[in-house]
Nanobody, 118 residues
Framework: QVQLAESGGGLVQAGGSLRLSCAAS????????MGWYRQAPGKQRELVAD???????SYGDSVKGRFTISRDGAKSTVFLQMDSLKPEDTATYYC????????????WGQGTQVTVSS
């Protein structure tokens, strides 16, 4: 029943910015973590950033200082502000939500493409 609707991807030049949004609908457990993973062709999926329902954020090492994650609890929406984009940020970005206490209770979005040109 959970649906994750992503938006905000696109093609930008190096040094530019994008803001990704993920709106969750359906029944989501109150104690949750929402965030973003990314996967480039030929590479493994990796954590970009996530944020708990309590507002605690975590970031992958490669994006610290450049990306900022936030959420709107009332609308069950998570945002990823991406600044100072680099070509190596090029990937498909997937929204993700999981139950903090039950790891098997998780859902993925369809993905949104981010392409950064040099």
């Amino acid at each position: 029943q959970v649906q994750l609707a992503e938006s905000g991807g696109g093609l930008v030049q190096a040094g530019g910015s994008l803001r990704l949004s993920c709106a969750a609908s359906g029944s989501i457990f109150s104690n949750n973590v929402m965030g973003w993973y990314r996967q480039a062709p030929g590479k493994q999926r990796e954590l970009v950033a996530d944020i708990t329902s309590g507002g605690t954020a975590s970031y992958g090492d490669s994006v610290k200082g450049r990306f900022t994650i936030s959420r709107d609890g009332a609308k069950s929406t998570v945002f990823l502000q991406m600044d100072s984009l680099k070509p190596e940020d090029t990937a498909t970005y997937y929204c993700h939500v999981r139950n903090i206490f039950l790891s098997h209770d998780e859902h993925w979005g369809q993905g949104t493409q981010v392409t950064v040109s040099s």
